[in-house]
């Protein structure tokens, strides 16, 4: 697994819409309906996790939920956080 460079880690941001690379994470705030929406949509998430082997540091309130990836073992960013968070985009829209 290799730590992408910053220049890299721009480049992947193009193909996502309104993620933003900040403090050592890729990241993105969504806004739901309602709590129940939020949730559904958090376990929906959580299961692809799973499958990936790769879990979000996210944090939930009422009805906004925001997302921050970063892979852990290398200190940075990885493609893996980018597969993760293209997965999260097809699962939200």
Known sequence: MEKLSDAQINESLKQLNGWEYKNGMISKSFKFHDFTE???????????????????????????LTIKLNTHDVDGITQNDFSLAKSIEKIVN
Do not use: D, G, L
């Open 38 to 64: 939020t949730f559904s949509i958090m376990t929906r998430i959580a299961f692809e996790c799973e499958k990936q082997n790769h879990h979000p540091n996210w944090e939930n309130v009422y009805n906004n």
